[in-house]
Nanobody
Framework: VQLQASGGGLVQAGDSLRLSCAAS????????MGWFRQPPGKEREFVAA????????VYGDSVKGRFTISRDDAKNTLYLQMNKLQPEDTAIYSC?????????????????WGQGTLVTVSS
């Protein structure tokens, strides 16, 4: 599975941004997929994940209610809609995928990773 993340950029606090992750090699409907982020100088943290069936989503506590994970099966693409962005959301965002059945919130649960896209939120 190859993953290509895009959509990062510089925004102001309160703005919205949508990240995309184009998948190839397997259909997004056959794999669980997730987003992780790594703030400057910090460990990578879980953001959101969606099941292969598309009927289950999970979110990290810090983004719950502000971010939405979704996918477009026809485009074989995963998305992360980020609203009400705050400076603490500044990080490199990476998409990940796994053929494993259970929906994981830890990075060790994902075998395939995209290269990451930088999101910077100014105050």
């Amino acid at each position: 599975v190859q993953l290509q993340a895009s959509g990062g950029g510089l925004v102001q606090a309160g703005d919205s941004l949508r990240l995309s992750c184009a998948a190839s090699g397997r259909t997004v409907s056959s794999i669980n997929m997730g987003w992780f982020r790594q703030p400057p100088g910090k460990e990578r943290e879980f953001v959101a994940a969606i099941s292969r069936s598309g009927d289950r989503t999970v979110y990290g506590d810090s983004v719950k209610g502000r971010f939405t994970i979704s996918r477009d099966d026809a485009k074989n693409t995963l998305y992360l809609q980020m609203n009400k962005l705050q400076p603490e959301d500044t990080a490199i965002y990476s998409c990940a995928a796994t053929p494993v059945v259970w929906l994981s919130k830890v990075d060790a649960g994902y075998q395939y990773w995209g290269q990451g896209t930088l999101v910077t939120v100014s105050s």
